[in-house]
């Protein structure tokens, strides 16, 4: 696995919130999300999720189309956010890691 | 002493206008011997042009005190990304406001769009400046220039060659 295939904490986080959202994945649920999802424990901008988002286009994860403009968001367009199956792997095998460091401490009897 | 709108532009908009085209005006005159970054002010130019004008496009369907900080982002973004961040923070500024009233929302918009400049003009940062960057650093190592005793004399010869 190439260096770029890696996934970072906060994409992994984006990725996550893609899965759970599903259909209705767009800046501002995303944002909604990861916010959820880090327990408001640090702070998320909406720059932040929109350049991950991104970058994780350009890397194949993600892809995204813009649908027609609402009213309540004074007339301008929802760009949504779908993961793709490249996503999906990258983001199981990052949590995998995840689960295997989790073991490990557990072991040990360590902090979780 | 102005009308609000007025105002706006008059000690905002122009201004930023000015400084912009001043900037592009002298990097026309020092580079232009390198057609490539004459090309780019041009189209950096242009850019700004057009975001200006969705700017001014938008502003009649935005609360007033939140016209600054669409301009910030539309500095940064194509105007179809930054419509889709705008529209997302317009969609929460609604909500907030309906649940804890203005001046939350307000705070909650400002402090948000401010904290989202950062992260975008980095990417953009790095994706319009770091190839050019690259470019001058292998010309001037194809050039010999850095090969000397400083970064400071590389940098100086470098830039007396540009202006020569």
Redesign the interface.
């Known amino acids: 696995m190439a260096k770029g295939d890696n996934l970072g904490e906060f994409e992994q986080l984006i990725l996550t919130g893609l899965m759970i959202l599903h259909e209705n994945a ?3 649920t995303i ?2 999300k990861v916010e959820e999802l880090v327990e408001r424990k640090r ?1 998320v ?4 999720v ?2 991950t988002l ?1 970058r994780l286009e350009q890397k194949g994860y993600v892809r995204s189309w ?1 649908s027609d403009p ?1 009213p ?8 949504y956010f779908e993961i793709t199956g490249a996503g999906e792997k990258a983001l199981k095998k990052s949590l995998k890691v995840a689960a295997n460091m989790v073991a490990g401490l557990k072991e040990i009897g360590g902090v979780v | 002493m102005f009308p609000p709108k007025f105002g706006r532009y008059i000690f905002v908009l122009i201004p930023t206008q000015l400084l912009l085209f001043a900037g592009v005006t002298l990097l026309i005159k020092y580079f232009k011997p390198i057609s490539e970054h004459v090309t780019i002010s041009f189209a950096v130019a242009g850019g700004i042009a057009a975001m200006v004008a969705n700017h001014l496009a ?1 502003s009649r ?2 609360a007033d005190g939140r016209l600054n900080a669409e301009f910030l ?1 539309y500095l940064f973004l194509d105007p ?2 930054c ?10 500024y ?1 909500k907030i406001l309906g649940k804890f009233g203005k001046h939350r929302a307000n705070f909650w918009y400002w402090t ?1 769009a401010i ?6 003009a ?2 953009w940062a790095k994706k319009t400046t770091l190839k050019p960057l690259i470019g001058v650093i292998a010309w001037a190592v194809a050039k010999g220039l850095l090969d000397r005793d400083s970064w400071v004399a590389a940098f100086v010869e470098l830039f007396r060659r540009i202006r020569s």
């Not at chain 1, 901008?45 to 932040?48: A, D, K, M, T």
């Not at chain 1, 309540?72 to 929802?78: D, H, I, N, Q, S």
């Not at chain 2, 904290?115 to 975008?120: A, K, T």
């Open positions: 767009y800046g501002m944002h909604e702070t901008s909406l720059g932040s929109y350049t991104d813009f609402t309540e968001r004074g007339g301008r367009a929802k760009r | 938008h369907t935005a982002l179809t990304n419509d889709a961040i705008v529209g997302d923070l317009e969609e929460r609604r948000q904290r989202s400049v950062w992260p975008i980095w990417a």
